[in-house]
């Protein structure tokens, strides 16, 4: 004959509220094993969406690899356009190689309105190196190269400082002594930490030469399909250059070491936690394997009556158990409650991105469930293995 299961429920709550300090104990145990569990996830995820937050901001993850002063001649060499085909050729696993090299700082007038802008010179894979996007128009084209095009693309803050009501595609811009037409507005970006927005334009790197008659560049940008390739690509570009120029010193700077030093310490902080919650769901396995031996002992009379009157083994198996369940929700959902509330307010605190994960409760809970399920399971099983003759006997 076996147990209704809404009769078992009961049988299996009674049992808990009958010792209520030896539940409670136990519960704290998977309270504090699931609260490190969780917020170690939640580090780990409040960490991604800051760094993705921190990323969005800025230009894509990308090496700048610039000529160093030689010791010998006091000079620094000037790069040209062949070593951009030069590092082309010979370097793998980049996603986009570009150049560009300080035009001027100039005064630019759209009609009445006028601005003080920084112009850098560009080469063509320029917007793909960088990671940014065009928020009206378009960037540079080879014709636009090729012939010697005086036109500009400019960033978001200086196309709402200039236009605030007019559209500036095919608007023309006055600076020293040059005419420009816009033909492209560029999404607003940083490139290293700390910086802050600026009045920014773009012209072909061609143009640069016909005004100055300079065919140096200023600094190459190497562009990794990711982030982990940011290492690789500082080391690729400044050895390939060094055999490029015998004696020659290159420096290379990433603008997301900051980013990849963050991930390092908080991949760390994050193993340790989980340690901790490993240690502390442990500890909690224990307390529901003692509560289950316990109850077994002191229950074993009433385990031999019923199962003299017919309840199966599978009962007494399924009680028990039943039991570290209970405790391991009431302990798991109690801790991921309280991190949840303390998350927020920490949040709030520090402008973190959080936002409560479904998936990481889940992972949490199922975590304390399998724990207590396993630590009860063989107590459990000896307790439904007992001999109901030997049992009633011991009353």
């Known amino acids: 004959m076996s147990i209704a299961l809404l009769d078992l429920l009961a049988l299996t709550c009674n049992s808990l509220l009958g010792n209520p300090l030896r539940s409670g104990l136990t519960a704290v145990g998977i309270f504090m094993g699931v609260a490190a ?31 160093r002063r030689n010791r010998i001649t006091r000079r620094r060499i000037e790069l040209r356009l062949e070593d951009i085909e030069y590092l082309r050729e010979r370097m793998v ?17 759209f009609q009445n309105r006028q601005a003080n802008v920084a112009i850098d010179a560009v080469s063509q894979d320029y917007l793909l190196t960088s990671g940014r996007s065009m928020v009206q128009g378009r960037f540079f084209n080879a014709t636009d190269f090729a012939k010697y095009r005086p036109v500009v693309v400019i960033n978001q803050v200086l196309a709402e400082e200039l236009f605030p009501d007019a559209n500036p595609i095919n608007q023309r811009i006055y600076g020293r002594n040059m005419v420009y037409v ?112 316990a109850a077994a002992i002191a229950r074993t009379p009433e385990i031999g009556l019923r199962l003299a009157i017919g309840a199966r083994r599978q009962d007494i198996l399924l009680q028990f158990i039943l ?30 991105p959080y ?25 459990a099983l000896q307790a439904s293995k007992l001999d109901p003759v030997k049992a009633l006997r011991s009353q």
């Open 323 to 352: 039991e570290a369940v209970l405790l391991s929700l009431l302990g798991g959902t109690a801790a991921i409650a309280s991190v949840h509330g303390l998350t927020t307010m920490v949040a709030a605190q520090f402008n973190l």
């Open 37 to 67: 569990v969780n917020a170690t996830l939640q580090v780990g995820s409040i960490s991604r969406a800051a760094i993705a937050r921190e990323l969005a901001g800025r230009e894509a993850p990308q090496v700048a690899v610039r000529p």
């Open 182 to 293: 816009v033909v492209g507005v560029m999404e607003t970006k940083v490139r290293f930490e700390g910086d802050r927005p600026r009045l920014k334009m773009w012209i072909p790197l061609s143009v640069r030469t016909a005004v100055t008659g300079k065919r140096n560049i200023g600094w190459i940008q190497i562009r990794p399909y990711d982030l982990e390739g940011i290492k690789h690509m500082e080391r690729q570009g400044t050895q390939l250059l060094k055999q490029r120029f015998f004696n020659e010193e290159f420096r290379a700077r990433s603008n997301a070491s900051d980013i990849l030093e963050m991930r390092e310490t908080l991949a760390w902080v994050s193993r340790s936690l989980l340690a901790v919650g490993a240690i502390s769901l442990l500890v909690g396995g224990v307390g529901i394997a003692n509560i289950t031996i």
């Open 355 to 379: 936002q409560f994960d479904v998936s990481v409760a889940a992972l949490s809970l199922s975590s304390a469930i399998m724990v207590g399920v396993g630590a009860s399971f063989f107590p």
């Open 93 to 109: 696993g980049f996603q986009a190689i570009s150049t560009g090299a300080w035009f001027r700082s100039d005064q630019v007038v």
